[in-house]
Nanobody
Framework: QVQVMESGGGLVQAGGSLRLSCEVS????????MGWYRQAPGKQREWVAT??????????DHADSVKGRFTVSRGNAKNTVYLQMNSLKPEDTAVYYC????????WGQGTQVTVSS
């Protein structure tokens, strides 16, 4: 059974940093696509970043709203992904969800990130 587990959320002041981690267990395959979405209160879930690593493809993409502040990366261990978040703003407050798979087949339960002003 595939399980996706996020960690690293918390409360931070504006301008601070947090690092989210995500690990997928229970899969014998390596997911080429892993990344992050977030959902703020009263808003739809929005894509944050994707790290694609497999075969001849090695690529990272970030939403415009976080470009230059957040960095997604893959870990050395199979099926791990990180999100380094710097210069956090109150509008970054949301539940952050990790996904795995090209079709976003697997999701974690989410980790809360709260940025105080």
């Amino acid at each position: 059974q595939v399980q996706v587990m996020e960690s690293g959320g918390g409360l931070v002041q504006a301008g601070g940093s947090l690092r989210l981690s995500c690990e997928v267990s229970g899969s014998i395959f390596r997911f080429n696509d892993m990344g992050w979405y977030r959902q703020a209160p009263g808003k739809q879930r929005e894509w944050v970043a994707t790290a694609t690593n497999g075969g001849s493809i090695d690529r990272i993409d970030h939403a415009d709203s976080v470009k230059g502040r957040f960095t997604v990366s893959r870990g050395n261990a199979k099926n791990t992904v990180y999100l380094q978040m710097n210069s956090l703003k109150p509008e970054d407050t949301a539940v952050y969800y990790c996904f795995a798979g090209l079709r976003r087949s697997y999701w974690g339960q989410g980790t809360q990130v709260t940025v105080s002003s």
